[in-house]
């Protein structure tokens, strides 16, 4: 039988309970508490926060490399986009929040990482009711980055077509919390020695990876990308659009599963990887099997957009 213990014993004893993963934490910060704490020990939210037993909430990830932040306004912007969608206010101004991502960041005292930011429905039960939450919750977190090793970058990478359906297209346009689907799409990767999941809608066109965009140059050069209808807009991806525009033909459309095969590059575009090439789709040779150029230039512009533009901490 669980021994009952009184306030002081149980905190004595969660302290003392390894936790996996401590040495990735940098520093967080619980809004209820009004703190940034550096021992991951005591990152712990309220069981009964809807965002933890119900998936109520939303959240946004950035990075920082060579103690610059990179993107926080379109993070900042899609947050409250998010955040509207699900009739949720946060507990505190935008401008707090932009403030304290960055005093996070700085509090880690590493040279890189991430930041992630949770906006929930907030603790006041086990219901579904949004009601039932007085006051929405905040945690922002810096942790460790694993950028990827060069050898992705020169020798490209494999993908398939995931057995997971595209999020309906109202919830693909949300960043929530509810990243299921996401996960199952990794267990299926990793099960069948893939690298990297596509998950496509129910007509059968491209939406996009598990927590990446992916576009195509088809064979007549042009940058193609999925229409957002299954799929968010990555704040990487509409960046690298904004940086190439004035080299590159670039389409919205629909992307058949044919089309990738016959594509003379499949690029995966995200925060962590910036742009990675991918060789390989359900086991066929895309082109010549090599990473091509749209892809190295758009990673370089994106590097180069980092330095320029991300802010300092």
């Given at each position: 039988?669980?021994?009952?213990?009184?306030?002081?014993?149980?905190?004595?004893?969660?302290?003392?309970?390894?936790?996996?993963?401590?040495?990735?934490?940098?520093?967080?910060?619980?809004?209820?508490?009004?703190?940034?704490?550096?021992?991951?020990k005591?990152?712990?939210?309220?069981?009964?926060?809807?965002?933890?037993?119900r998936?109520?909430?939303?959240?946004?990830?950035?990075k920082?490399?060579?103690?610059?932040?990179?993107?926080?306004?379109?993070?900042?912007?899609r947050?409250?986009?998010?955040?509207?969608?699900?009739?949720?206010?946060?507990?505190?101004?935008?401008?707090?929040?932009?403030?304290?991502?960055?005093?996070?960041?700085?509090?880690?005292?590493?040279?890189?990482?991430?930041?992630?930011?949770?906006?929930?429905?907030?603790?006041?039960?086990?219901?579904?009711?949004?009601?039932?939450?007085?006051?929405s919750?905040?945690?922002?977190?810096?942790?460790?980055?694993?950028?990827?090793?060069?050898?992705?970058?020169?020798?490209?990478?494999?993908?398939?077509?995931?057995?997971?359906?595209?999020?309906?297209?109202?919830?693909?346009?949300?960043?929530s919390?509810?990243?299921?689907?996401?996960?199952?799409?990794?267990?299926?990767?990793?099960?069948?020695?893939?690298?990297?999941?596509?998950?496509?809608?129910?007509?059968?066109?491209?939406?996009?990876?598990?927590?990446?965009?992916v576009?195509?140059?088809?064979?007549?050069?042009?940058?193609?990308?999925?229409?957002?209808?299954?799929?968010?807009?990555?704040?990487?991806?509409?960046?690298?659009?904004?940086?190439?525009?004035?080299?590159?033909?670039?389409?919205?459309?629909?992307?058949?599963?044919?089309?990738?095969?016959l594509?003379?590059?499949?690029?995966?575009?995200?925060?962590?990887?910036?742009?990675?090439?991918?060789?390989?789709?359900?086991?066929?040779?895309?082109?010549?099997?090599?990473?091509?150029?749209?892809?190295?230039?758009?990673?370089?512009?994106?590097?180069?957009?980092?330095?320029?533009?991300?802010?300092?901490?």
């Open positions: 039988m669980a021994k009952v213990a009184d306030s002081k014993t149980y905190l004595e004893a969660m302290l003392a309970v390894d936790r996996p993963g401590a040495g990735e934490i940098q520093a967080f910060y619980e809004h209820r508490v009004g703190m940034i704490c550096t021992d991951p005591l990152m712990v939210m309220p069981w009964d926060d809807h965002l933890v037993h998936g109520d909430g939303i959240f946004e990830t950035m920082f490399v060579d103690r610059k932040l990179y993107q926080l306004e379109p993070h900042m912007a947050m409250q986009r998010s955040c509207q969608a699900i009739y949720m206010t946060p507990p505190c101004s935008w401008d707090d929040i932009r403030g304290l991502i960055l005093d996070v960041a700085r509090a880690g005292g590493r040279d890189s990482g991430m930041v992630r930011v949770l906006l929930g429905r907030g603790p006041g039960g086990f219901g579904i009711y949004p009601s039932e939450c007085p006051e919750s905040l945690y922002v977190v810096s942790y460790d980055m694993h950028p990827k090793p060069e050898s992705v970058y020169e020798k490209g990478v494999t993908a398939f077509k995931t057995s997971i359906p595209a999020k309906q297209s109202y919830l693909a346009t949300i960043k919390i509810d990243y299921l689907p996401n996960v199952l799409m990794k267990h299926e990767a990793e099960e069948k020695g893939f690298d990297f999941p596509f998950c496509f809608d129910r007509n059968g066109f491209l939406a996009e990876g598990a927590t990446e965009n576009c195509i140059v088809d064979e007549s050069g042009k940058l193609v990308i999925p229409e957002f209808t299954n799929a968010l807009a990555g704040t990487t991806l509409m960046r690298a659009v904004d940086l190439i525009k004035s080299e590159v033909s670039i389409v919205f459309r629909g992307i058949s599963e044919e089309e990738i095969l594509a003379r590059e499949v690029i995966i575009v995200g925060t962590t990887g910036d742009a990675i090439p991918v060789v390989r789709f359900n086991g066929k040779p895309i082109h010549d099997v090599k990473p091509g150029p749209v892809a190295a230039r758009i990673r370089e512009l994106l590097k180069k957009d980092l330095l320029d533009t991300g802010i300092p901490l």
